[in-house]
């Protein structure tokens, strides 16, 4: 038997062994593989750096915790990006578990980083709604008329931030991180017809189908899965040098870091075809010689 036959009958628990390592390592040491930034996550990028300390963007966590570590990152970085920019955030959610989890877990995070950031002045957290389209169409009206008071249980017409937004159409841009049809909805009814500039996060599975609403002009621009994600963390990281120390933590599981296990691992598994194809056609040719 061929040294390349031999490697075919190898113990797959190696291999198990191989992946788990491709990940842990890169997770704990950062590689740090370059980061080519496409033209959807960047005109995301450049449309906030347009906007000033009086603007709104109405941030959407459309995603639960089964999407968390691809749209996670992207809220982060859209955060970190509109807060070192001075742009104020209304946050909210449309999805159930975005509201309950993703949500306050994403807002408690970031704003951490900014302490000198004032609740009700710099961001709010509206929590969760339900009611779809329905609630979509009434908080792009009017905001109080779908969250009537924020989730610390407050007016909105005690916070200052929501006394100069009357519904999100006054707002300057509409981003939702999305899972399932909810980006949809957002280029549908509030692009379409209220002339909201919007963009869209969402899984790398969901991509493709945004891409036509990218290309109808219906959404300003996307990010697309992890990789969409990675694009804009760089991008706020060689901008702003005061989100670096964030982003260089490596027990946070960043899309960098994740785009690093990735690459990692694919090779790993490409080796392996590789290697699989080789020994196969080794074997053929030996059995006619």
Not at 19 to 46: C, E, M, N, S, W
Not at 109 to 137: C, H, S, W
Not at 155 to 177: D, E, W, Y
Not at 256 to 275: E, R, Y
């Amino acid at each position: 038997m061929s040294n390349l036959a031999k490697l075919t009958s190898i113990d797959r628990r190696w291999i198990f062994l191989l992946i788990g390592l491709g990940t842990l390592i890169p997770v704990l040491l950062p590689i740090g593989f370059p980061v080519r930034v496409t033209a959807p996550v960047k005109q995301i990028y450049d449309k906030i750096e347009t906007l000033g300390p009086n603007d709104v963007v109405v941030l959407s966590y459309d995603y639960g915790p089964t999407t968390g570590a691809e749209n996670d990152p992207m809220t982060d970085a859209i955060l970190r990006h509109c807060f070192s920019h001075d742009v104020k955030v209304i946050a909210l959610a449309l999805y159930p578990l975005g509201g309950l989890t993703s949500l306050t877990a994403s807002i408690d995070r970031i704003t951490a980083e900014f302490p000198d950031l004032e609740y009700g002045v710099d961001y709010v957290n509206l929590g969760y709604k339900d009611g779809g389209q329905a609630t979509m169409k009434l908080l792009a009206e009017d905001f109080s008329g779908a969250f009537p008071n924020d989730t610390h249980g407050t007016p909105l017409s005690n916070l200052p931030l929501m006394q100069q937004v009357k519904g999100a159409r006054n707002a300057q841009f509409a981003i939702s991180v999305a899972t399932g049809i909810f980006g949809e909805w957002w280029a549908n009814l509030i692009n379409a017809q209220y002339g909201l500039p919007i963009a869209v996060g969402c899984t790398a599975v969901s991509a493709p189908k945004y891409y036509a609403y990218l290309e109808a002009g219906q959404m300003l621009g996307l990010i697309g899965g992890l990789k969409g994600a990675s694009e804009y963390e760089q991008l706020v990281k060689d901008n702003y040098p005061n989100t670096r120390e964030a982003y260089a933590n490596p027990m946070l599981q960043t899309a960098s870091k994740g785009m690093d296990v990735q690459t990692i691992d694919h090779l790993i598994i490409i080796a392996f075809i590789v290697i699989g194809n080789l020994a196969y056609f080794a074997d053929r040719r030996a059995k006619r010689a």
